[in-house]
């Protein structure tokens, strides 16, 4: 067997510990006699299985005792109807307006779809820079007649990341201190610690940093569940599935949630608390990030063009200044065991996506080889 250096920006590379302990309990889990797939969601065995990976995940983000965390299907494209169904009516139950951040292409996704449920006001866009940074807040235009705020806090296909903390008290005034901020953090969820109470509500599909496709992770603050009046908050359209104070008064289990993704996303979260925590994740992504941004930075042979103040430790999308090598570059690098380093379709160029489960080796053997390139050609 040899295994790769896979940069997928999802799906994406899971921990080998975690596929080899998988591979182990596939046909037989814990003398069950039957693989974890197989298991009733209703079993102890299952529901153990369920509790812990809870447990752990709230352990890891530290998360408060008022927030509930839900596990549920549908995706990060999912959530961007799920949330307005959930939130959008406000306490008083009738505004179905909404305040966006836009800074690339994740949240204009985010936008014209919660546009089909509501009015959604772009606060502010990073269009005008081509996406290469995220906006001022100061220039943000909120509106105090929007349920809750809308960011992705870690840009994907655009590598831009917020590395701070929105305190609209701070920048907006008291009116807006308690404006529910939800933040899609698909793609750096659990890639450092993150104070979870300056949110109102978080949310990422699994398959970037945490675990299988099939999983999406979302970690709500209890009173948003409910309108001034003590009753769901929830458009009454909206599926039962995917309400989410239907899933926090069921623990998820309203229907049968993606059991295995469950799992391997529990699996993940022992490796992260063995690995020393999100601590210890922020500082391996720190020196990953910094040893490719440094040689991006050093050569006119290759660019990234986000403001370094915004760059993602998480997704490096770069460009090599003359394009029409990019073919060669592609496929020396997946001779060389460098995999789906292809930029998305929708910028073009190289990304590199160095979640948790890249090793520091990985990032050395790319910025080897694209030195060996740069010296080639
Ligand atoms: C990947 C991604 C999504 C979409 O996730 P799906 O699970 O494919 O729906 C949404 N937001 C961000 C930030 C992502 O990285």
Redesign the pocket.
């Known amino acids: 067997m040899s295994r790769v250096f896979n940069f997928s920006?999802?799906p994406a590379a899971l921990p080998e510990a975690v596929l080899e302990q998988a591979a182990a309990e596939m046909l037989d889990w814990h003398e069950t006699g039957m693989s974890v797939m197989e298991m009733s969601h209703r079993g102890s065995d299952f529901m153990s299985i369920h509790a812990e990976a809870l447990a752990d995940l709230r352990e890891l983000l530290a998360v408060p005792a008022n927030y509930k965390i839900l596990f549920l299907q549908?995706?990060?494209?999912?959530?961007?109807a799920i949330v307005p169904l959930n939130l959008m009516r406000g306490k008083s139950g009738h505004q179905n307006e909404a305040d966006i951040v836009i800074t690339g292409v994740?949240s204009e996704?985010?936008h014209v779809e919660a546009q089909r449920y509501g009015k959604m006001n772009i606060a502010a866009s990073a269009s005008d820079t081509g996406f290469t940074a995220v906006p001022a807040i100061e220039s943000w235009k909120l509106n105090k007649s929007a349920a809750y705020l809308h960011l992705?806090t870690?840009?994907?296909?655009n590598g831009v990341e917020y590395h701070f903390t929105p305190d609209l008290a701070k920048t907006h005034g008291a009116a807006f201190a308690d404006m529910p901020i939800v933040a899609?953090?698909?793609?750096h969820i659990l890639s450092r610690p993150v104070d979870v109470s300056k949110y109102a509500l978080i949310y990422?599909?699994a398959?970037?940093n945490i675990g299988p496709?099939g999983l999406?992770i979302a970690i709500v603050r209890e009173d948003l569940l409910l309108n001034d009046a003590g009753q769901s908050r929830a458009h009454p359209m909206c599926p039962s599935v995917f309400n989410y104070k239907t899933l926090a008064e069921t623990d998820s289990m309203y229907n049968t949630p993606p059991t295995y993704g469950i799992y391997i996303a529990g699996l993940v979260f022992k490796w992260l608390k063995a690995q020393g925590g999100l601590k210890a994740m922020e500082a391996h992504s720190r020196a990953k990030a910094t040893l490719l941004y440094g040689y991006l930075d050093s050569t006119n042979f290759y660019a990234n063009r986000v403001s370094k103040t915004d760059r993602s430790l998480m997704n490096v999308p770069f460009f090599l200044h003359d394009e029409s090598l990019n073919a060669a570059f592609l496929q020396g690098a997946n001779e060389a065991g460098l995999k789906q380093l292809k930029g998305h379709r929708a910028i073009g160029g190289m990304r590199a996506s160095i979640y948790n489960a890249m090793p520091l080796a990985g990032v050395e053997a790319l910025v080897a080889y694209m030195k060996a390139f740069e010296r080639a050609h």
């Open positions: 920006a999802g549908g995706g990060g494209l999912g959530e961007n994740w996704k985010s992705c870690n840009e994907t296909i899609d953090m698909s793609s990422g599909g398959q970037k496709a999406t």
